[in-house]
C-alpha cells in the first residue's frame, strides 16, 4: 500500500493529476445505500499535497432493490448522473480532527443528488445490452472487451489513436 500510495504522489506531482477514488474501495450493490465508510489515508494525501476534495456522487446506475454482485458497468447500460459536490479545501479541514473531517465528507457526499430514498434507476438501455451480449457471443470476448469495443465504435469522427485501438 505504501508503495502505491508513494506512486500515486508522484503522478499527482509531476504529472499535475487528480485522483477519483470510490470511498468505500469498492461500488454500492443498491442505488438507496448512503456512504458510510472512509478512509482517512487520502484525507491525508489530500492535506500532504494541499489539494482539495470534491465530492462526487454518481446516480441512475443501479438498482432499488440490492443486487447479489456488483455490477462493472450502470445496470442494463442506462446512463448515470454525476453530482460534483462543493470543494472542501485543505485550509478548511487541516485543523480540525480526523473524525470530523470523515464526517463533513461523508455528509457532503451522502447530500449530493436526490435523498437516497428518491433515488432511481435511469431508463435502461436494452438495445445497447442486447448489442453487447450479442456480440460476447459472437466473439467470445469478456462484457469489458464488448462495452469498450462497442462504445468506441459509435465515436462519431474518432481519432486517429482510437482508430488504431478498435481495428
Not at 446512463?79 to 472542501?88: D, F, P, R, S, V
Not at 457532503?108 to 445490452?129: A, T, V
Amino acid at each position: 500500500m505504501l508503495n502505491l500510495l508513494n506512486s500515486i504522489k508522484k503522478t499527482i506531482l509531476e504529472k499535475k493529476r487528480s485522483l477519483l477514488i470510490h470511498v468505500e474501495g469498492t461500488r454500492s450493490l443498491t442505488c438507496r445505500q448512503p456512504v458510510t465508510n472512509l478512509s482517512t489515508i487520502f484525507i491525508d494525501l489530500a492535506l500532504e499535497l494541499n489539494l482539495p476534495i470534491i465530492p462526487v456522487k454518481f446516480t441512475g446506475g443501479l438498482p432499488i432493490k440490492p443486487l447479489e454482485k456488483r455490477l462493472d458497468f450502470p445496470l442494463h447500460y442506462t446512463y448515470q448522473n454525476y453530482h460534483l459536490g462543493k470543494a472542501i479545501y485543505p485550509e478548511d479541514i487541516k485543523y480540525i480532527g480526523n473524525l470530523e473531517r470523515k464526517n463533513l465528507i461523508l455528509k457532503r457526499l451522502n447530500n449530493l443528488g436526490n435523498e437516497k430514498d428518491k433515488n432511481f434507476p435511469n431508463q435502461p438501455d436494452f438495445n445497447f445490452e442486447k448489442e453487447i451480449q450479442s456480440w460476447m457471443k459472437k466473439t467470445e470476448v469478456s462484457e469489458i472487451h464488448a462495452v469498450f469495443y462497442k462504445v468506441l465504435k459509435e465515436i462519431h469522427n474518432p481519432t486517429n489513436e482510437v482508430v488504431r485501438k478498435i481495428c
